[in-house]
């Protein structure tokens, strides 16, 4: 499909750039521009800012209480996903909410516990409300090479690998650390993708009759 060259241009230009980050541009900026503070940290929170805009934007067309309460968790995921990726929990703690250490280290305290909790409990029930209702779907059309449902794959395929080399020794080098980068922004941009290529079919879901 002619659409999912946007998928596959994406990934190239992606992996192009990150084959140049460690070959070709100086060490010095690109060490700063793959930090937690650098470039392409704000440039992968802006792409899923965007995506989270775009589902927003959904939910406002007049559509059947179902597909706008999933459009609904949708939005929550992306929101977690966002404040994942901009470290929002180093605003009371050290260690990431998502980890098992966070809930049995003894240096966290109670409140700090049920606050990281709660909205992780929360996403954990939609993401498997959302994984349990769309999966099928998404193979389905994943094997038509839809291109929303290819971008839903490539997303999975580099997060996954994101978290792989976030845990691995590549993280203690600096061109693992570029690709660990390139890596996250990458998926942020088939989350994005993923949204986009959707909207005609959302558009053509049942209309509210209110």
């Not at 084959?19 to 060490?31: D, R």
């Not at 775009?54 to 939910?59: E, N």
């Not at 080098?173 to 088939?190: D, Q, T």
Request: with cysteine.
């Amino acid at each position: 499909m002619t659409s999912n060259r946007i998928n596959l241009y994406w990934g190239c230009l992606v992996a192009i750039y990150a084959l140049t980050h460690i070959f070709i541009l100086p060490k010095s900026w690109g060490e700063q521009s793959i930090s937690d503070s650098g470039l392409f940290s704000y440039l992968t929170l802006a792409i899923l800012i965007l995506s989270l805009f775009v589902v927003l934007k959904s939910i406002r067309i007049p559509l059947e209480f179902k597909y706008k309460f999933y459009l609904s968790l949708l939005a929550y995921v992306v929101l977690i996903y966002i404040l994942r990726e901009a470290d929002f929990h180093r605003l009371f703690t050290d260690e990431h909410i998502t980890r098992g250490k966070f809930y049995t280290d003894p240096n966290i305290s109670l409140h700090q516990k049920i606050l990281g909790g709660i909205p992780l409990a929360f996403f954990t029930i939609t993401f498997i409300i959302l994984v349990t209702r769309f999966t099928k779907l998404i193979l389905s059309q994943l094997r038509q090479a839809t291109p929303w449902a290819v971008a839903v794959f490539l997303w999975g395929v580099t997060f996954f690998l994101s978290q792989l080399a976030d845990k691995s020794h590549l993280n203690n080098i600096y061109y693992g650390r570029v690709i660990e980068e390139m890596l996250e922004l990458g998926a942020a941009g088939f989350v994005l993708l993923a949204i986009i290529t959707s909207i005609p079919l959302i558009e053509k879901l049942p209309r509210s009759k209110n």
